[in-house]
């Protein structure tokens, strides 16, 4: 047997699971995605990640501007799919979608939940600290990332985890995830698990204005930040009026004020202890290592990086 689904999804971390998905036993009927969005001064049009992947495969697309309409709601009660898969598609679901009878909406989500509900908990996660976060697979209720639960796989978390790292292994696990839980409840043999309310924490959308690095914090925290935050937008720091994005950088255990530079090999001193970059990309320029980029720029310590 093989289920009928309709994916909804976005971004890259999307695409492995609808991958996944189209080249299982199971039918894919349709696809939703954001609408293309229009790039740079030239006005031309870019679309999701998904929304390419499913062009490249003849994969019928949808990218309505909102779901609220009496034409996608007679959508899904014209195919009428058993399932609905929905990883990161960044739209709520009408109630009276969620409503329609003999179809089971299932979220792919990328936290332990009901911890990091939201838009970024796999960014909050890494800035957290947190030693180890996974996938959770729920059925869908009307309130954000509440539903009761399928199933949840763990992943650790180090201290040089970056987003884009862990994203992709959040993402393959996804994949993996969905179709155990689409065997399980194609069997009936699914189970739920309902979230502890109290135990909720959110993880709010990133805001560009959190990349700028902040040297009063200390070291940990601002490295967990640049990992958070790479590849984009990315943490930066103002260097003789250009933005510099640190690409890595480890914490090391030397004193000195926040923003000093502490010697010759790119430390910085932050509220407690310093981070040491080791790969940098300058405004306009392509990333390159710190040993390169201090052959061409001279910094002397003891200077302040804010004041350079």
Not at 84 to 100: C, D
Request: hydrophobic share 35%.
């Amino acid at each position: 047997m093989s289920l009928k689904i309709f994916f909804m999804g976005t971004p890259d971390f999307a695409v492995p699971i609808l991958k996944t998905l189209y080249q299982s036993s199971h039918k894919i009927m349709g696809v939703y995605t954001q609408p293309p969005k229009k790039k740079n001064r030239g006005q031309k049009t870019s679309l999701s990640s998904v929304h390419k992947y499913s062009e490249e495969n003849n994969i019928p697309v949808r990218f309505p501007e909102t779901l609220n309409t009496q034409t996608e709601l007679e959508h899904f009660r014209k195919e009428k799919p058993d399932i609905v898969v929905v990883v990161a598609y960044g739209k709520i679901l009408p109630t009276e979608i969620l409503n329609l009878e003999n179809i089971i909406f299932i979220n792919i989500h990328a936290s332990l939940l009901p911890k990091w509900r939201g838009a970024a908990p796999i960014q909050r996660a890494i800035m957290n600290c947190d030693k180890e976060t996974g996938i959770s697979i729920m059925k869908i209720v009307p309130k954000l990332d509440a539903g009761p639960i399928y199933i949840q796989s763990k992943i650790k978390i180090s201290k040089e985890t970056n987003y884009e790292e862990l994203s992709n292994q959040m993402s393959n696990l996804g994949a993996k995830l969905t179709l155990e839980v689409l065997d399980l409840i194609e069997n009936n043999k699914a189970n739920l698990t309902f979230q502890n309310e109290n135990e909720a924490t959110y993880a709010k959308k990133i805001d560009k204005t959190e990349s700028k690095i902040d040297w009063n914090f200390d070291a940990k925290t601002i490295i967990a930040k640049i990992n958070a935050l790479y590849p984009n937008p990315g943490c930066w720091f103002y260097l003789k009026g250009s933005r510099v994005k640190i690409i890595k950088a480890v914490e090391v255990k030397l004193k000195g004020n926040p923003g000093e530079i502490i010697n010759d090999k790119f430390a910085i001193g932050c509220s407690l202890n310093a981070i040491q970059i080791l790969e940098l990309k300058k405004e306009g320029k392509n990333k390159m290592a710190a040993s390169e980029f201090l052959r061409g720029n001279k910094l002397e310590p003891g200077n302040n990086i804010n004041n350079v």
